[in-house]
């Protein structure tokens, strides 16, 4: 799920004289309506029903399995009493090919029959309506949901007299797959492989298989078509994380020289040790589809992500580690230890979010820091690292030395429990490269996503690793010595930056009260990490038991402070206001409202949480040269703030093929014309130069 499109398309159906009123619908970018094989009911003898959509130029709808990403057309009837309505059948689809990925589905029209099954009882004479709901997914450069109510009214006669539409359906049927008897296909699994074998009746030049499982196949991968001694075979790429099916289904499609043919396929998978033998016929059909362009795209996005906002305060303590370790023989054990605490980080993110996705919720990259409480958490945690580098207290093995470079007995889980606090802070950031990346790995096999998340991980670690495997640049830091406790207490500025920046945040999301109460769970905070130094301060000198009451004492006002953040919840999230640049509330309504009408509109997918964000909203979006070229494109500005968790805005996202923010989207004047995105990062330049060339090419067009 994942890719988009857009234009608009207009016409009107012609009714059949005879037909009766026939209701058409959709959108400005498909157009659905029912229609029927002939012109009236006859009692008793199936009725030849079928949903019609025309697409505009350019868009498609999807396939009983919309393969890497798309959903299936659904439709919904409410019949008379007595009255029953067969599946969906679906014609031999069409490959729609988005490097690295493939969708099947359906360009300028289609025909889906329904067969529905009629009472013999049935009177005479009155005329019979029947309605169905229709929902699809309409697809270009970005992906929008689409439905219609439906219905067509025929007249009930003894005898039958075709349609107006009796042609259509002749045509549909011959692209529906055939009985694939006479073509004894059988599938194989051999290592590495599936095989499809099959005798048709007359050699193909190219074939493809169109399975209808999800899961099953690699569907952009090559489909090599072989001619051995005893009929053909299909080489399949079966999926990374799957096994091979216990049977293989769907539509074989061939290219002869009489034309193409398709026919249903439905066999057992057989276990064999190879596949049979053979000549590669030219013309065999597929595309490339590989996994290692987006691992590409996450490695060096993660390796940007150190250069956002989001991570500088972590990266702080992992600097003053190196220091402490420069005089270690092995450092490059706390490279390796820091880059399996990113790695398993982000394992865990991806976990949660497929699980979560695959459960149904629409969320995307950062969609923890949607919660008001983890936030506070989240700043809470900050707090007692800040206390910690002050010298309020000091901890070992703890759960603030998660976020400490501080040594225990040798340093390294405290480079471990850096490298997860450094991705936890890193989301509310995205990187360049990184929204694709994301995008791409959320829609496929797990396998593939964890590929992807693992590259992300050890792109934002590569640093690091590099730095503690090579002592030449270990050289370059400077010796362990009494200037680091000066140095260690400086870092808590950016530490109580980080809690001022979540202080604020969960005010975005909760409103002065919530935040009140944060500010009101830093005192406990407070008292309980010096309750907690004075105990080890008592353990050293020997007073154990004074010790032990008061690290009871501090887990006690620790607790009231977690307990204060449960108020921070809110009963509603905080409207989201305009600034100077007149900005509305994003939604698709709105958007729509005014493409149609040949407004440019500039799309700010955005959070209070994503710091990246909001340095672009105030380095470029705010300047006034940015400004004033805005007004003088008379560009209407859409805020998107995802700042809470925001479904609707999750899928507007997911059809640019999004999974975070920030994002920016540029549509000029022309209706049918594609949205331009901006990268994450803006500046003056960038803007100024997307508003001129996208807008400048629009107006121009018009004055033409």
Known sequence: MRFALGRTGAFLVALAAAAGPLHAAGSKNVQASLVSETA???????????????????????????????????????????????????????????????????????????TVQVPADLPAGRPVRLAARAEWLECKEICLPGKADLEITLPVEAGARPSGDAARFAKTRALLPGDGGTWRPRALSVPKRLVLVFTPPAAPSAAYFFVDQPQVLEYAEPQKLLKTADGFTLELAPAIDGTAPARLTGVLVTETAGGSHAVAVDAAVEAASAAPGGTEVAGASGGPSSVWAPMGAAFLGGLLLNLMPCVLPVLSLKVLGFVRQAGERAVWRHGVAFTAGVVLSFWTLAGILLALRAGGESIGWGFQLQSPSFVAILALLFLLIALNLLGVFEVGMSLVGAGNAVQGSSGIASSFWS?????????????PFMGSALGFSLGRPRIEAFLVFTALGLGMAAPYLLLSASPRLLRFVPR???????????????????????????????????????????????????????????????????????????????????????????????????????????????????????????????????????????????????RAKLREHGVALLKADWTRRDDRITEALASYGRQGVPLYVLYGREKDAPPRLLPEVLTPGIVLEALDEHLGRAQAAEIR
């Open 480 to 626: 362990p010595g009494p200037w680091m406790t000066r140095f260690k207490e400086l870092l808590a500025v950016p530490m109580l930056a980080t809690v001022v920046f979540l202080a604020w945040l969960l005010g975005q999301q909760t409103g002065v009260d919530g935040m009140a109460w944060l500010l009101a769970a830093f005192i406990p905070v407070g008292l309980g990490a010096w309750i907690y130094g004075r105990a080890s301060q008592a353990a050293l000198e020997g007073r154990p038991h004074r010790a032990r009451v008061a690290w009871a004492g501090a887990l006690v006002v620790v607790g009231l402070a977690i307990a204060l953040t449960r108020a921070t919840v809110p009963v509603a999230a905080a409207p989201v206001t305009a600034d100077g640049l007149g900005w509305e509330p994003f939604s698709v309504e709105r958007r729509d409202q005014l493409r149609a009408a040949g407004t440019p509109v500039f799309i700010d997918f955005t959070a209070a949480w994503c710091l990246s964000c909001q340095v672009n909203e105030r380095v470029a979006l705010g300047t006034p040269a940015v």
């Open 419 to 431: 490298g997860l606090l450094a991705t936890v802070v890193a989301t509310p950031c995205t990187a």
């Open 40 to 114: 009236s009911i006859q009692p008793g003898q199936p009725l030849q029903l079928g949903l019609r959509l025309q697409m505009a130029d350019g868009w498609h709808t999807y396939w009983k399995n919309p393969a890497d990403s798309g959903l299936p057309t659904k439709l919904a009837w409410t019949l008379p009493p007595g009255f029953t309505a067969g599946a969906l059948e679906w014609p031999r689809p069409e490959r729609i090919s988005l490097p690295p990925l493939m969708s099947f589905g359906y360009n300028d029209e289609v025909l889906l029959p329904v």
